[in-house]
């Protein structure tokens, strides 16, 4: 089971991440928003940088950083085999969300967002998609399993070898 965990994840994430891109530039124009629930509304952003608008035009290196990223993934994942289902699913998070990013660079030259969050007043969280919350999960996923996980797999180890 856990060999097929990764792409069992990993395939339905970026299948709706591209489906809800594809749904995005198919019924908006770039600019226009759509009022969702309370504060929040899509809204079309063709985002040529990264998260948070850093590295803006900068197609070449994210490609190379992200496509870096799905590489060591994937290698982590064939010969060190993550230690747990959660560290696992962490990675196939991370990675889905970086394809599926990967793929709209590659064939459009910009990443698609439109989760638009208002926060008070004028001051929106930066725009995002599906694939971005797959990483940003992932991440915190990973962060909670080596702080605490680890941590305490560790302390055991170490109460065993006293």
């Given at each position: ?36 629930i ?26 190379v ?58 001051f ?14 992932g ?14 797999v ?9």
């Open positions: 089971m856990r060999r097929w965990l990764l792409p069992v994840t990993a395939v339905p994430i970026i299948v709706l991440d591209q489906l809800t891109k594809f749904v995005v530039r198919a019924s908006m124009t770039p600019g226009e928003s759509v009022p969702v309370w504060r929040l509304q899509w809204t079309y952003v063709q985002n040529t940088g990264s998260a948070f608008g850093l590295f803006l035009d900068q197609r070449v290196l994210l490609s950083v992200g496509a870096a990223g799905v590489i060591a993934i994937l290698l982590f994942y064939r010969f060190l085999s993550p230690p747990s289902r959660l560290a696992l699913v962490a990675m196939s998070l991370v990675l889905a969300g970086a394809i599926s990013n990967l793929i709209d660079r590659f064939f459009l030259g910009y990443v698609t967002d439109f989760i638009d969050v208002h926060l008070w007043g004028d929106h969280w930066p725009f995002f998609n599906v694939a971005d919350s797959a990483i940003t999960t991440s915190l996923i990973l962060i909670y399993f080596l702080v605490f996980v680890v941590r305490k560790e302390r055991s180890r170490e109460k065993r070898q006293a």
